[in-house]
């Protein structure tokens, strides 16, 4: 209580009592006397009515009481009176505090007065109200300027730049949301059609995620705010630019399926002796040299078989008859091949344990689907690098296979390629399964590569996932499931460091996950306490002393995890917070300004991994007690 007390947020508690005539106030805090003018004295005993008045809105006081009953929590705006009967806004948090018997005791209200801001807020939307209702229903995209920055943004070009509201490109520079290349020319053509209506023109623009999008517009010179303006008008030519790339797709793989198939035959014919003639010249050689030159000319002929097999696969569906085979053998094969090809300074590390389950594959897809992903490396390390080809047997259960685009819950055997090369940026990353999408030289690529990758790896049941980082390489996994009968292993029993007896906040909805951390960590010399859900959690934290940690998911009924931080954060600014979550674009909700964690968990996670962060996080530095 005393925390609450010291908090720089209004408080108000009341009891649980709902039925006429209401809650009664049995604490308010020292920000509540100075927002609304009255003591703690004047309003013990007393109804929260008391700061009602002739704007109060009964729809929401009828929406507040029907949520308490409910037992849910309550979040709203409204306006509340002082004592000297002038009003103000607030913004409402209203949390129901249960016993250990799990009833409600008490309703917490935390309070915020956000006057100011919907002053300036009424201000702002009568000035523009006029021009809004003009132009917010359009479908095409509407910009204003002056002297080149974004004073106005409709939905529809809020939704072109890839912002979820038009606030987050308003104040943006008109060079802003054109590519480096484009700019020079944007911002001249920004000066025309800020005196005179232009012809209709054709642009890239930049998004706020760095893909580009095309365009065609026209401006129109207008004043704003008693000043000259240009306003611009985009049309998206995505879905046209779209289906013109299909049709030419289609096109190139028509063409290439009639090719295929007379190509196959004339090429068969010609490897056929080499691929035929080689053995029987290895046996008779007494050199061995001679014999790693014919192997060498074997692999050679085998491979460019292989890219036959590759181009009609593609063209006409991956077929091929399925063998149990080990990756030790596929592993140092390619190995073999990359030693005697691959440039000096690209170093080879392999590694394979002894243990790895057999598969059910086609080897020479699999020997396909590996040296694409080795060359692809290599051409990402122009300088030089590591080059690392691993195996490995994977479980996952559901939790894990749900983290994981395309993947299923079972047991997989891992084949990974990974680089110390330029990695992957974000604009190809989203197209670089594309079938011809290639950012090599015409004479170097034809973008067949990772489609057909992944092809194989599909038609194998299996799936394929990658790891990027412009500047920190790169690292493709391909999933297969194991042949019949492969045998299980133990997983290591990892070591960590112990706890000192530390108290820990456990909050997640998920039984299972909450009890598992319950064990791990109390198995580790920490005292746990599990919460059902946020509110739970919240409660426990407001009584309970000495919580030297808190770990919740972001995610949870009643009371979202990140709302939990917020309100632990204003009650206590220094405990310490993990959040969880098994969405992995949740690290920017839970480490948000107002809400932050000091570490994220991605779900789902292994022991070691949440010993080591919660060590970590616990002696970032000395944490007080609650």
Known sequence: MATARQSRDSILITDAELDEPGPRIVFTNASFTKITGYTSEELLGKTPRILQGPKTSRALLDRLRATLERGEVFEGEGINYRKDGSEFYIDWQIIPLRGPDGAITHYAAFQRDVTERRRAEQTLAESEERYRMLVESSPDAMLVHVEGKIVFAN??????LGAERPEGIVGMGIGDILPPEHRAAGERRIVEYAAKVTPLFEQTLLRLDGTHVQVEGVGIPITYGGKPAAQVILHDLTERLKLEEQFRQAQRLESLGMLAAGIAH?????????????PLLRETSSSAWDRDLLTDIEKSAL???????????FAHGIGGEPQTIQATYLMADIVDVLRRTFPQNVGIEQRV??????????????????LNLAVNARDAMPQGGQLRLRAENCELDEAAAGALQGARPGRWVVLQVGDTGTGIPADVLARMWEPFFTTKPADKGTGLGLSTVRGIVEAHGGFIT??????HGTTF???????????????????????NGELILVADDVASIRSLADTILSRHGYRVLPAVDGTDALTQFMRTEKISLVITDLDMPNLAGSTLVEIVRRLNPAVKVIAMSGIDTAPAEALRPEARADAFLLKPFTAQEILSLTHEVL???AAPAV
């Not at 939905?155 to 072109?160: C, D, E, K, P, Q």
């Open 155 to 160: 939905a529809a070009a809020a939704r072109l």
């Open 466 to 471: 990658v790891q990027t980082a412009p500047g």
């Open 303 to 313: 491979r460019g078989a292989s890219l036959v097999r590759q181009i009609l696969g």
């Open 619 to 621: 002696n970032l530095r």
């Open 353 to 370: 344990p002894k243990d790895i389950w057999p598969i059910k594959a086609n080897p020479t897809q699999i020997h396909q689907v590996l």
């Open 266 to 278: 004339d090429l068969n014919n010609v490897l056929a002796p080499i691929l035929m003639g080689a």
């Open 477 to 499: 996994r391909a999933h297969f499931p194991p042949a019949e009968g492969a045998p299980s292993v133990e997983p290591p029993v990892p070591l960590a460091p112990r706890g």
